[in-house]
């Protein structure tokens, strides 16, 4: 399940993301996640944006010696409940 670090770096991204995407989203949750340490730490969440609809995903956040940037890498939208990776 989501935790509010990962709503927190959602939120970071939510720019991002709906320029990608072309739209502003008003529900914005995170619903669940994986996560796997790289040189950082990559993340793929699942988001409900409102209804049936959800979008996943990957943001990755650099190491707090190297800063600790979050930064998205990808998002994928018009997705279901499942999480999968893209």
Avoid: M, W
Wanted: glycine share 6%; hydrophobic share 30%.
């Amino acid at each position: 399940d989501a935790t509010e670090e990962t709503q927190d770096l959602c939120d970071q991204v939510k720019p991002q993301v709906e320029k990608k995407t072309g739209k502003n989203y008003k529900d914005y949750k995170a619903i669940i996640y994986r996560n796997q340490v790289v040189a950082g730490t990559n993340f793929l969440i699942k988001v409900h944006v409102g209804g049936e609809d959800y979008i996943h995903l990957i943001i990755f956040r650099d190491l707090p010696c190297n800063g600790g940037k979050v930064s998205l890498t990808k998002v994928k939208d018009h997705q279901t409940e499942d999480l999968v990776p893209f």
